[in-house]
């Protein structure tokens, strides 16, 4: 497993089964966005994800 699937994959264990209840774009700069979190348990985090064709990446 490579670097960046391990940290998806390191991601998507932090977050768990919680889904997002509101979220704002801080930053959107081109395959990049930055955006705040409010998690359905109460908790607020930022999100940071690249999309481009073929590829995607978040922490």
Known sequence: MNFRWSLAALFAASV???NAQESEVLFSHKHWQ??????????????????????????
């Open 16 to 18: 768990g089964g919680a």
């Open 34 to 59: 930055v955006s705040v979190v409010g998690w359905d348990d109460g908790s607020i985090g930022c999100v940071a994800e690249v999309t481009a064709p073929g590829e995607s990446f978040s922490i």
